[in-house]
């Protein structure tokens, strides 16, 4: 599904956006962009006037300037219509190569019945193998298998995705390469998170951003305001003796309300939201790719997000009086039921099978973020494995020593960027397990650009600061918190945002779900945790870390591509006021000649000019809605300033251009 940047206006999706541009003219669709529903109002009265003027009236100009003034108005409402429906089919296309994935697949179920993927239920629980397609999105309750998530990501290379850890979801659609896993399925059907986002795209269920809604009631307003400009005219022109037509006081109001973003907006929203999802990102809502435009601070877990995640066990070191078979086996032991990646590469690397030591009435104590250890109790054992302070904590309670060596051992390992894990047996430390992760190849690089951009990175992570204080070097993030629990990622949050800065955060854990909850940007990876996927409101299908980069220009860009095109929309009425003014009331009042600095060449040409340009610098600008506005990291403000000045100018100048040449062209005919 990776981009295939294909040209902006397919031939099919041209068709379909056509035919929708003359169904979107009902008015009671119409009726949610005030600007072009007044301008459909303006075309209704037009309509009237022609028909008039044909049947006998004689003081409103002829059948032929007013019906092409109607035909021109007609057309600004389709060229808009036309902005929204080719984005909406784009969108459709884009969700449609998706929804290929969600086709219907059989789903074999635990007992060996086999059903289709659409009877599949939450919780209900299926079984795949090597070569099956995974029916529907689910989470892994047992085994380990390999991947191909081509479908969904476009990248070829399989990953691993195994119960237990925070890299557990699997994703419908997708299929499995080697082993046997049972998924647990997670979501009902047509409720998936890519079922909610194809319905985003489409437009069907796409609700107005606060900052599009703002801008609309904005341009409401200055709609109001140029009704009350353009009907206080009307006494004037009486006074001047200059009695102004139908057609032209509503060419002159159609010609000054912002009709050029009006038009134009909600296309730049959707393609905004279409751009995401061709970065691979799905989103909840368009308000947050909005808010990932002005992201101050974001925040990366470390296990799984900045590192590969699949914690490796590489090496034992027992404690001086300890013997490593004892230390071993008590590792072994405490990781017996242990799910998670750590657990079970401690078991690989011992290669003991843990059924081989007795152990009466065994009770397990499962891992925890909290706690930081996990371990077993049997008559009169108790055995743990955990973050060093957390071990400490268990041995010094009992009025035991912390051995020397373990503490210099802990020290070695962590400096180094592996998690040291200590190990104790009835509140006595036994040794140390060593763990080590591979930071993801490439992500120094993508930590700059975001610096550049003006973010600040921060790295939480649960492990110890030493550790954190490696890899937070090695991955070049800005700054780190060590020993971080669930609620201290989450607080973390809260304070920055208390400082006035908008927060985003990256992560898979479930321990990550409240911090994911609570940033003003979640982006949970599509590997994570159903926990982390419902927490935040974006899914990166890659699962890539530094996807921030690609959302936040995402943002950047449609924020920007829609103040400039508000601004050169506004800036267009100077010429058109220059146009039209002199038009109305040249023949009452000689004077104003010297308004008519670009010199068309009748009162009527002058005002179907107008109006013609004010209607095709809506196509014009299409292009330019959908691909939106060039971003490139400079700092938003810089950017914004200069874009603003571009367009601004531009806004200006143009009209005068286009409106002299359509002119020339106007007055052969008239
Ligand atoms: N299976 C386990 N059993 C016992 N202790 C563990 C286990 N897994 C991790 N730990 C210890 O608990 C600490 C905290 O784990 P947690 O998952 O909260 O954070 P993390 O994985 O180190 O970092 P991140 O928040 O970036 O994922 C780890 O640093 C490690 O010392
Ligand atoms: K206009
Ligand atoms: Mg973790």
Known sequence: MKSDNKSLFQKDLLNEAFKHSFVKLNPKLMFRNPVMF????????????SLWTLFGATNQGSFGYNFSVFLILLLTLLFA???????????????????????????????GQIISSSQLKKGDVFICEAGDAIATDGEIIEGLATIDESAITGESAPVIRESGGDKSSVTGGTKVLSDKIKVKVTTEPGESFLD????????????????????????????????????????????????????????????????????LLSAIGIAGMDRALRANVITKSGKAVETAGDIDVLLLDKTGTITIGNRKATHFYPANTIDEKQLIRAAVLSSMSDDTP????????AGVNPLSFQVDEPHFIQFSAETRSSGIDFKNTRIRKGSTDAIRNIVEKADNVFPKEIEEKVKEISSNGGTPLVVSENEKALGVIELQDIIKPGIQERFERLRKMGIKTVMVTGDNPLTAKFIAEKAGVDDFIAEAKPEDKMNYIKKEQAEGRLVAMMGDGTNDAP???????????????????????????????????????????????????????????????????????????????????????SPQSAILSAVIFNAIII????????????????????????????????????????IKLIDIVVSLFI
């Open 196 to 263: 909610k986002m194809i319905a985003l795209v489409e437009g069907a269920s796409r609700q107005k951003t606060p900052n599009e809604i703002a801008l609309t009631i904005l341009l409401a307003g200055f709609t109001l305001v140029f009704i009350i400009v353009t009907v206080t005219l009307k006494p004037f022109a009486d006074y001047a003796n200059a009695p102004i037509t139908i057609a032209s006081f509503i060419a002159l109001f159609v010609c000054l309300i912002p009709t050029t973003i009006g038009g």
């Open 38 to 49: 007044t301008v459909e109002i303006g075309t209704a009265v037009m309509f009237v006037v």
């Open 342 to 349: 750590e657990g079970k590469s401690i078991i690989e690397l």
């Open 619 to 658: 196509p014009f600008l299409i292009p330019l809605a959908l691909k939106g506005v060039a971003y490139k990291p400079i700092g938003a403000s810089a950017l914004l300033r200069r874009s603003l000045f571009i367009y601004g100018l531009g806004g200006v100048i143009v009209p005068f251009i286009g």
């Open 515 to 601: 911090a994911l909850a609570q940033a003003d940007v979640g982006v949970a990876m599509n590997s994570g945790t159903q926990a982390a996927k419902e927490a935040g409101n974006m899914v990166d299908l890659d699962n890539d870390p530094t996807k921030l980069i690609e959302v936040v220009e995402i943002g950047k860009q449609l924020l920007m591509t829609r103040g400039t095109l508000t601004t050169f929309s506004i800036a267009n009425d100077v010429a058109k006021y220059f146009a039209i003014i002199p038009a109305l009331f040249i023949t009452a009042i000689p004077a104003l000649q010297s308004l008519n600095i670009m010199n068309l060449s």
């Open 81 to 111: 219509n036309f902005a929204e429906a080719i984005a909406e089919a784009r969108g459709k296309a884009q969700a449609d190569s998706l929804r290929k994935t969600r086709e219907e697949t059989p789903a074999r179920l635990e007992n």
